[in-house]
């Protein structure tokens, strides 16, 4: 997550990797500079990542795209001690223009840790989803962390018109878009 962070920034900013809870606060208050774009939603699953972004220089996207994979990648090298390219082909991006989409899209987002708990959890009885939404609030690398706890590190919560109250809200999303789903 230090990486989206630091990533996020018109000049090069150093990273060390040392996952101490101080060494994070130190990155979060490290000066950036002016941010490439402004960050909505994210969430870091084992073998990919998504994220709700939108640019706030020209050519933002690619820029910072540009500057995370191309950090990540060094870094994965480095410690698994390998050369070569991390990623498969160039990113993809699609333009979200109604809010029903954006407010789907935040869902899809934050519920995407349901898939290490059970990949069928759409079909799974309510009971489970009981237990479902206790791993969603409590996996660490996701955007909804951030949303619950108002403590905004790497989103950029002013700049996408969603009700707060609807992301907070984990416990409704999921039945929704597990209802939705089941259709």
């Not at 480095?78 to 390219?85: S, T």
């Not at 899809?108 to 939404?133: D, E, G, M, R, V």
């Not at 002013?158 to 939705?180: A, G, H, M, Q, W």
Request: net charge positive; aromatic share 14%.
């Amino acid at each position: 997550m230090a990486l989206l962070y630091l990533t996020n920034s018109d000049k090069t900013v150093e990273f060390r990797n040392n996952s101490s809870k101080n060494s994070l606060d130190k990155i979060f208050k490290q000066d950036r500079g002016k941010q490439l774009v402004a960050i909505g939603a994210y969430c870091l699953m084992p073998n990919h990542f998504h994220l709700l972004i939108t640019p706030l220089v020209d050519g933002g996207i690619s820029k910072f795209m540009l500057k995370l994979q191309t950090g990540y990648s060094m870094y994965f090298n480095k410690k698994n001690e390998r050369v070569g390219a991390l990623f498969q082909g160039v990113f993809q991006s699609q333009h979200i223009n109604k809010d029903k989409y954006l407010r789907y899209i935040y869902a899809y987002i934050h519920l995407n840790p349901a898939k290490l708990k059970n990949p069928s959890w759409k079909t799974q009885p309510k009971s489970f989803l009981n237990q479902l939404k206790k791993f969603i609030a409590e996996y660490p690398y996701s955007s909804l962390q951030e949303y619950v706890s108002l403590d905004y590190k790497i989103v950029n919560s002013k700049l996408f018109p969603v009700n707060k109250r609807e992301i907070c809200n984990y416990n409704t999303i999921i039945d929704d878009f597990s209802e939705e789903n089941n259709r």
